[in-house]
């Protein structure tokens, strides 16, 4: 059971990264998949999540129209699109798999995924 990030690392603001989540080991098809991010000091907090069928919601409202999320059921990953980042999306960005329903309260709440990576640290800065 695993879920491996990566695409995090150093980039200028304005610039852009697209993370990737890979899932082995569980039957990824029946899962949703979120997007969380840790800052340094703060609380993990929900910001994208995405259904099994595609259909997804952007869960930070600082992040609309720049990130988009999207999901490779054959491959087993699910993306996230970073566009004209900005020092405060700064943080430890993770994916997590539930079977919560994307656009509920509950399903950005870090307790009660199921699954969870370990994480890639995005940093914005110049």
């Known amino acids: 059971l695993q879920l491996v990030e990566s695409g995090g690392g150093l980039v200028q603001p304005g610039g852009s990264l697209r993370l990737t989540c890979a899932a082995s080991g569980f039957s990824f098809n029946y899962y949703a998949i979120s997007w969380f991010r840790q800052a340094p000091g703060k609380e993990r907090e929900g910001v994208s999540c995405i259904t099994t069928s595609g259909d997804s919601t952007i869960d930070v409202d600082s992040v609309k129209g720049r990130f988009i999320i999207s999901r490779d059921n054959a491959k087993k990953t699910v993306e996230l699109q970073m566009n004209s980042l900005k020092p405060e999306d700064t943080a430890t960005y993770y994916c997590?798999?539930?079977?919560?329903?994307?656009?509920?309260?509950?399903?950005?709440?870090?307790?009660?995924?199921?699954?969870w990576g370990k994480g890639t640290l995005v940093t914005v800065s110049s």
């Open positions: 997590a798999a539930h079977r919560r329903n994307c656009g509920s309260y509950y399903a950005t709440l870090p307790d009660g995924m199921d699954y």
